[in-house]
């Protein structure tokens, strides 16, 4: 990911049924492509083993779903992403990356999910995108997506090394600590996107990309991107550190989730963050890099 886009959806719920809850995590339209990234969720099963044991030997399953704009047989057998490039024809994708989840033991609170990213074609104004998991029940289902124009489009899609960066240096202050361990795992798929994707901080050879910021209830969830290139950074390297500035605290952010890779020369890195809300609606972030030789700075965020 080495290009901004424009903001194409601002996230939520597309689908809620017993079966099965769908929502867009982020989509990010390019004048090369519609990237959007899913959440899939399964209802938690509350049944032990030994009720599990006895509804299989009694041949209790989830009736199929009707196939009607899926081929009658698919390489899929999870979440099934595509679009309607006629009236009653989808085209099918595969996910470009993606992560699943067992979900709790029976006695929790979350069932099983299914995170994935999907690459459409150019797309603008508007599209129909169409889900199906036919094993589970799930119905095929099509929703239309209001999408930024193509004007829009091209005038977001920038280099990473060419998009402008605000920043400021890090205030001075006395107080600085570690953010408290959270058990918070929000539902970022039900959140809204209160930032548009943006650059935090540059160097020559290296770069640390906002490029989603979630409001859920009282918690905002952040994914940064760090690149470097020209063998800048080995891998494996943890990419850049996050902190926020709250009153004359500096408080250090623990990374979540996320991945890198490397090879010939390059590094690519993401994790998320969660943090509080503030109470203003301006979110101030210290962002730092070390070992692509990129010091704090200050990013003030305005949330939409």
């Known amino acids: 990911m080495d290009t901004l886009g424009a903001l194409a959806h601002r996230g939520g719920l597309l689908v809620q049924r017993p079966e099965l809850s769908v929502g867009v995590v982020q989509a990010v339209s390019r004048t090369s492509g519609l990237t959007i990234e899913l959440l899939a969720r399964q209802p938690l099963d509350r049944r032990d083993a030994v009720e599990r044991q006895r509804d299989i030997r009694a041949g209790q399953r989830s009736q199929p ?5 899926l081929p009658d047989f698919d390489e899929g057998e999870g979440l099934r992403v595509g679009w309607l490039d006629r009236p009653d024809h989808a085209q099918w994708v595969f996910s470009t990356r993606g992560e699943s989840s067992s979900g709790d033991h029976y006695e929790g609170t979350d069932g099983p999910s299914t995170r994935a990213q999907f690459e459409l074609p150019p797309t603008f104004d508007e599209v129909d995108l169409v889900l199906a998991w036919p094993e589970i029940g799930f119905a095929e289902t099509v929703t239309r997506l209001s999408l930024p124009d193509r004007a829009t489009v091209a005038g977001a899609t920038v280099s990473v090394w060419q ?20 058990d918070e795992r929000p539902h970022i798929e039900a959140g809204s996107i209160v930032a548009q994707p943006r650059v935090l901080h540059r160097g020559r050879d290296a770069v640390v990309v906002l490029t989603r910021l979630t409001e859920i209830d009282s918690l905002l969830s952040l994914e940064l991107v760090s690149i470097a290139r020209n063998s800048l950074v080995s891998w494996p390297d943890p990419g850049a550190t996050l902190a926020v500035l709250a009153g004359d605290d500096v408080v250090e952010l623990s990374s979540g989730n996320g991945e890198s890779t490397g090879g010939n020369g390059r590094f690519h890195g993401r994790c998320e963050f969660v943090v509080e809300r503030p109470a203003t609606n301006v979110l101030d972030l210290l962002v730092a890099w070390t070992s692509a030789k990129l010091w704090d700075v200050q990013a003030q965020i305005q949330l939409e």
């Open 65 to 69: 779903a009707p196939r009607r704009l």
């Open 163 to 182: 998009a402008p960066v605000n920043t400021t240096p890090v205030p001075r202050s006395a107080n600085q600590r570690t953010a408290d361990m959270r």
